[in-house]
Nanobody
Framework: QVQLVESGGGLVQPGGSLTLSCTAS????????MGWYRQAPGKQRELVAI???????NYADSVRGRFTISRDNPENTLVLQMTRLKLEDTAIYYC???????????WGPGTQVTVSS
């Protein structure tokens, strides 16, 4: 059974940095497109960044230039490096994987990121 576990969330001041990791088990990592999503209180879940099996990355306008998504296939790990964090980046961040062929999708339980002074 595929399991995703996010880590690295926490409390950070505006302008600070955090690195989130998502580790996957029981899946061939290289066959999955991967992404980070977030959901702030009272808001819908939104896409933050995605990374395809071929290495194509795309970002939400609100984070482009501040966040970087990367993957380590042998380690089955997806990483989101977040810099110059803003108050509005506060949310629960979720890792998502989607099989490139079947579109079968899995979600992690989420990790809280709080940006506050």
């Amino acid at each position: 059974q595929v399991q995703l576990v996010e880590s690295g969330g926490g409390l950070v001041q505006p302008g600070g940095s955090l690195t989130l990791s998502c580790t996957a088990s029981a899946m061939p990592f290289m066959f999955y497109n991967m992404g980070w999503y977030r959901q702030a209180p009272g808001k819908q879940r939104e896409l933050v960044a995605i990374l395809s099996t071929g290495g194509y990355a795309n970002y939400a306008d609100s984070v482009r230039g501040r966040f970087t998504i990367s993957r380590d296939n042998p380690e089955n790990t997806l990483v989101l490096q977040m810099t110059r964090l803003k108050l509005e980046d506060t949310a629960i961040y979720y890792c998502n994987v989607e099989h490139y062929k079947t579109s079968r999708s899995f979600w992690g339980p989420g990790t809280q990121v709080t940006v506050s002074s």
